[in-house]
């Protein structure tokens, strides 16, 4: 993602002040190059009581976590808790939730080694999550950090001519103190950081970019800008012939070509440098291969039109969203993103994955709900000031996906695989 300068002095900005970026550097050069195996999360095919429980007494040892809800000590019934999240209730749909872990993450907020929620039905999804976990925690740990941040809301407005649409926009642009005033009045958690126009023909495009705390934000930003959209409609010096709070512009709830222009949501980055041997041992292929597979598989994508050049970010994504309490029809943006491997000096494998509209919350929306907030406490991300720490995991789980993907395709895995963990016997 390309970004003004007055941008990303603001990135840079916020990365100092809100996240201690020399203290981030240093932790990079501290990094160990390797690390022991990790204590094994206890895994089983297939499901028993007694792999459950053990699981669970695992967790509840590393992390302190219990899951009354989602283990089903517990029954929800707190019917009012679903306000806000659903009409016509008429009842919960059980979608199986495991973890995978540790996942560890170096980031500016995500800080140690992280037991993973991800909610499936598709069996050889986590065994493949957790391959990747393991093989980037051998390596020393996923460096994520997440760079910049911001939600759009863009309404239209149409004009019988191009004079009339300059008026209205001349005076527009007189009127953004006001319009951050209104923000501050809407709102106490959302901030006017910027505001774009476009203009096709008659029509005038406004897109209104806001930090949103923490967030998801679609709703916030949505009542912010109708406020400030009132204000024009009752003081403009020319009046729309009419206006629709969003033109279909903001890409919400859609992969967009403004993806690697503009952040929506989140911008998250994260890398690893895997050493020859974890490649061999865990990933049972070699750096070679993963290498001549990413090249070999992004002239594919570019020849089928995709926006980006990834292998499966919405899989892990779309698990994690389900068991966290996200938005899960943000997957369709947040998935964009651009997966790079490339040989080392040392002969290793240089990883990275970019995800410029990582939609992400931790208050609001479905985060509150009884296992999804379990989910969320699992990672110590539930709750207020934790929703980079959260963006930063989720970019280092959609890290270790996309290796176990490559490794599979690249050493002729993939379909054993599937055979293995993904069919009814």
């Not at 929703?387 to 490559?406: D, M, N, Y």
Request: charged letters at 20%; proline letters at 4%; a neutral charge.
């Amino acid at each position: 993602m390309s970004s003004s300068s007055e941008t990303t002095q603001k990135a840079l900005r916020a990365m100092s002040a809100l996240q201690n970026l020399e203290q981030l550097l240093e932790d990079i050069r501290k990094k160990p190059a390797s690390k022991e195996p990790p204590e094994n999360l206890p895994a089983e095919i297939p499901v028993s009581p007694d792999g459950i429980r053990k699981r669970l007494a695992f967790l509840l040892n590393k992390t302190g976590s219990d899951f009354p809800y989602l283990s089903g000590e517990k029954h929800f019934s707190e019917l009012s808790a679903l306000e806000g999240n659903i009409e016509n209730y008429i009842g919960m749909s059980l979608v199986p939730t495991g973890v995978i872990g540790p996942v560890s993450v170096l980031g500016s907020m995500a800080k140690g080694d992280f037991y993973v929620p991800m909610a499936t039905s598709e069996g050889s999804l986590l065994a493949s999550y957790h391959r990747g976990a393991k093989a980037c925690y051998l390596a020393g740990g996923a460096t994520s950090v997440c760079l910049i941040d911001g939600v759009q809301r863009s309404p239209v407005f149409k004009f019988d001519n191009l004079g009339n649409l300059g008026t209205f926009l001349v005076w527009i642009l007189g009127q953004i103190d006001k319009f951050h005033r209104i923000t501050e009045r809407t709102s106490r958690f959302a901030k006017l950081i910027d505001m774009k126009s476009n203009v096709e023909g008659n029509h005038l495009i406004l897109t209104f970019e806001y930090h949103t705390g923490d967030a998801s934000g679609q709703n916030m930003v949505t009542i912010c800008t109708d406020a400030i959209c009132q204000h024009i409609i009752q003081n403009a010096p020319v009046q729309p012939q009419f206006w629709f709070i969003e033109s279909n512009f903001s890409g919400d709830k859609k992969a967009t070509s403004h993806s690697f222009a503009n952040v929506r949501g989140k911008k998250v980055t994260a890398e690893i440098a895997l050493p020859k041997r974890v490649v061999h041992e865990v990933l049972k292929t070699t750096p070679e291969a993963m290498a001549d597979y990413w090249r070999s598989s992004t002239i594919g994508t570019i020849q089928s039109g995709a926006i980006g050049a990834q292998g499966h970010y919405a899989n892990g994504l779309t698990a994690l969203f389900i068991a966290t309490g996200q938005d899960v029809a943000c997957v369709s943006e947040a998935s964009v993103g651009i997966t790079r491997m490339e040989l080392t000096d040392d002969g290793g494998l240089y990883v990275s994955v970019t995800l410029p509209n990582l939609i992400v919350g931790t208050v609001g929306g479905g985060t509150s709900l009884p296992t999804q907030r379990e989910c969320l406490e699992l990672l110590g991300c539930y709750g207020a000031g934790n929703t980079r720490k959260f963006a930063e995991i989720c970019g280092a789980v959609v890290l270790a996906g996309e290796i176990s993907i490559a490794a599979a395709l690249s050493a002729g895995q993939f379909s054993a695989a599937h055979k293995k963990f993904g069919r009814k016997k």
